[in-house]
């Protein structure tokens, strides 16, 4: 079992930055992939980034490529993601999911593929 808690979101104006982190507790953390989820209201859950155990492949959608940076800390067992250029359309709940992988390189962008998940944590954007 693995237990994941997000932090840091919050209320921000469009253009602003903020930085999530996501800390897990109880497997060892560095065996898996890490992803970024986010669902608004009413809409479906979207994939928004993802990092390899190793930390050598990391993803991102389209949406936000360029704008944001997946990245983890194996020795304090957190994932982050830095947030920049913020667009009234990034608001939604964000949520972190850890995915059981059988390669260093591994990493998934589908929901259904990630194996434990935070309770998620809210980003608004303001214009």
């Known amino acids: 079992q693995v237990q994941l808690v997000e932090s840091g979101g919050g209320l921000v104006q469009a253009g602003g930055s903020l930085r999530l982190s996501c800390a897990a507790s109880g497997r060892t953390f560095s065996s898996y992939a890490m992803g970024w989820f986010r669902q608004a209201p009413g809409e479906e859950r979207e994939f928004v980034a993802a990092i390899s155990w190793s930390s050598g492949n990391t993803y991102y959608a389209d949406s936000v490529k360029g704008r944001f940076t997946i990245s983890r800390d194996n020795a304090k067992n957190t994932v982050y993601l830095q947030m920049n250029s913020l667009k009234p359309e990034d608001t939604a709940v964000y949520y972190c999911?850890?995915?059981?992988?059988?390669?260093?390189?591994?990493?998934?962008?589908?929901?259904?593929?990630?194996?434990?998940w935070g309770q998620g944590t809210q980003v608004t954007v303001s214009s």
């Open positions: 999911a850890a995915q059981d992988v059988a390669t260093a390189q591994a990493m998934g962008v589908m929901g259904y593929e990630y194996d434990y």
